[in-house]
């Protein structure tokens, strides 16, 4: 049974650009979380997704960033016009309930240049 | 405001010490109380997780942590630690109810040889 599945694990892009991550969540798993890890910082929450649905995204930048799980495939966390700022580690999580600790993904590194 | 606090973020001690690392809380009513493990260049694995019973909780590779609601404390613990246990160990909190872990800052701990 695969675990979270993150892809790429490291991401390099230009400013400007546009970074998509993708986020395939444990079988069995309709819950899911973007989190970024800033260094010397906790993990800092985003978004809950499930399937077709965006449950919380108040820990979503207003602009330049935005999150969806469709019906098939991936979640996908996308930021458009990516800064220097945005460089940071994006974990993905999944849980099949609300109840339980969330597994995580091995996470994208995305280093803006 | 809400918030977890971890203490002491750097921590470098030798093997067959006891560790223990702090974590206190600021949410008000029920909460689950987790603690992940970071080891470098990986993604976060759960070491144990409280919800109710037993305030002592033990949890994966002989850690174990005591939950203490009169101090909304939720300490980590370990009688002797290995060279193996670098890592960085980071404390969360789920209110109940709310579907998003707030992680606190984590710990640094450097074991020496």
């Known amino acids: 049974n695969a675990g979270v599945m993150q892809n790429p694990r490291h991401l390099v892009r230009r400013r400007g650009q546009e970074a998509r991550l993708r986020c395939s969540p444990m079988?069995?798993?309709?819950?899911v979380y973007w989190y970024r890890q800033l260094p010397e910082e906790g993990l800092k929450f985003m978004v809950y997704l499930q399937k077709e649905n965006i449950i919380d995204e108040s820990g979503m930048p207003k602009e330049r960033f935005s999150a969806e799980f469709p019906k098939e495939g991936p979640s996908i966390l996308r930021i458009q016009q990516v800064v220097r700022g945005d460089s940071a580690a994006y974990f993905c999580?999944?849980?099949?309930?609300?109840?339980?600790?969330?597994?995580f993904g091995s996470g994208t590194r995305l280093t803006v240049v | 405001a809400q918030s977890v606090s971890q203490h002491n973020h750097h921590v470098i001690l030798s093997e067959a010490a006891s560790l223990e690392l702090g974590c206190n809380y600021s949410y008000g009513g029920t909460v689950n109380l987790f603690w992940y493990v970071q080891y470098p260049g990986q993604h976060l694995q759960l070491l144990l997780k409280y919800f109710s019973g037993d305030p002592l909780v033990k949890g994966i590779k002989g850690f174990e942590a005591e939950f203490i609601k009169s101090k909304f404390s939720f300490n980590l613990r370990k009688p002797s630690v290995q060279w193996s246990d670098t890592a960085e160990y980071f404390c969360?909190?789920?209110?109940?109810?709310?579907?998003?872990?707030?992680f606190g800052k984590g710990n640094q701990v450097v074991v020496i040889p």
């Open positions: 999580a999944s849980s099949d309930r609300t109840d339980y600790g969330y597994t």
């Open positions: 079988k069995g798993h309709s819950h």
């Open positions: 969360a909190v789920r209110p109940h109810g709310n579907n998003r872990l707030a």
